[in-house]
């Protein structure tokens, strides 16, 4: 059986494959940094979008501070690959999960989590008092999308009185992430109502401060609005995460600023009509949580998810599809996040010839 090798071409390569254009991806990444640095904040990315260790040092390495998580589980592979500076971004309630964080903070002592109520700062704290550890907490913050985080004003000032009671917790930062506002198409919109979220934020961060808590973190953004966030006085890091591949969400929304670096190869497998071309990439190789994938370099196909395993296309004008069977097709994913957490294996290249194999070590990482 073939096994794909640095240096083949990927013309050898079976499919559905999840190709990663390196020259993109590294623009990518130099850009965001870039753009990032010279506003004089930190950069977290957030992890969950590239699910790989292999991944999170290169960000390190072009000068992220350390990176987010969603979930503990998540945080287990990338903090036993060396990843120590990490930040897990969801709230995390319940035994089994609290169990797995005391395991893993004795061994990574640095990981912070946020906290948004009353009971899950005390079940944290009592399981952190019993193994005798303790751990630094950021607030999470409601600052608009309504999801997680408690309420800005009488709310968080009342919950920050009650974590500065719990011995085992020490409250460091405040995290609002206004996730509702990343794909806003028209910028100055988008713009406008991002400085009325990083308000919100940073005048709790400075209530805090006012109340005695030193509050040294300050973190917010994604791809969207992170050169935004950047720009306001009191924020300190930004979490972008799609930016290093971008998808077709994204690029509808920003423009070209970044590349779509990452693509599903896939091959046409049946030509039952002159109208219709099937290939192999369903469901199950290409998420449509946020839309149709595209096909690269030929906006007049249009996808339509033909179930788990196949892909159907049709002509946008209902016209012949100029396709055969055995041809190779790259897709565009939607969302970048889902589609990746489908695939085993990164394959990275430049100019068509394997560069690097990386194995998406956080998929389905969802605990
Ligand atoms: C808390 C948090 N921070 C940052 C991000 C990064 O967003 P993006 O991948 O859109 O850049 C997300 C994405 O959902 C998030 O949930």
């Not at 906290?115 to 950021?138: C, P, T, Y």
């Not at 910028?187 to 709790?204: D, G, K, S």
Request: glycine share 8%; with cysteine.
């Amino acid at each position: 059986m073939y096994q794909p090798q640095i240096g083949d071409a990927l013309e050898l390569l079976d499919t559905p494959s999840m190709l990663v254009d390196l020259t993109l991806m590294e623009a990518n990444i130099a850009s965001m940094m870039q753009r990032l640095q010279a506003r004089k904040v930190h950069v977290r990315p957030h992890l969950k979008t590239v699910k790989s260790p292999a991944l999170a040092r290169k960000l390190l390495a072009a000068g992220a501070i350390g990176g987010c998580v969603a979930k503990v589980s998540e945080a287990e592979v990338m903090a036993d690959a060396g990843i120590e500076d990490l930040l897990i971004t969801t709230e995390i309630i319940g035994q089994p999960k609290l169990a797995r964080l005391v395991s893993l903070i004795q061994k990574h002592p640095a990981l912070k989590v946020v906290v948004d109520s009353l009971a899950g700062a005390q079940a944290l704290h009592q399981i952190l008092a019993e193994a005798r550890l303790e751990i630094n907490v950021l607030l999470d913050l409601n600052v608009g999308q309504n999801r997680c985080g408690v309420n800005p004003g009488a709310d968080a000032r009342t919950l920050a009185h009650h974590i500065g009671t719990l011995s085992q917790l020490h409250l460091i930062g405040v995290q609002g992430y206004e996730g509702h506002l990343q794909h806003i198409h028209n910028p100055e919109e988008r713009a406008q109502r991002c400085r009325q979220a990083m308000q919100i934020l940073v005048e709790t961060a400075t209530q805090l401060r006012t109340d005695g808590f030193p509050i040294d973190i300050v973190t917010t953004g994604g791809t969207g609005t992170a050169e935004i966030c950047a720009e306001v006085d009191g924020v300190t890091e930004v979490q972008p995460g799609s930016f290093i591949f971008m998808d077709t969400d994204y690029h509808h929304a920003l423009g070209s600023s970044y590349a779509n670096a990452l693509t599903i190869l896939s091959t046409v497998i049946s030509r039952p009509t002159p109208t219709r071309a099937v290939v192999d990439a369903g469901l199950k190789s290409l998420s449509t949580d946020s839309g149709m994938p595209e096909l690269k370099g030929q906006d007049d196909i249009a996808y339509h998810p033909g179930g788990d395993e196949h892909g159907i296309l049709t002509s946008t004008d209902n016209a012949t599809v100029p396709l055969e069977i055995g041809d190779r097709l790259e897709f565009i994913p939607s969302h970048i996040d889902t589609t990746i957490n489908l695939h085993d294996y990164y394959y990275a290249h430049r100019n068509g010839i394997l560069e690097a194999i990386w194995p998406v070590a956080t998929r389905g990482k969802v605990q």
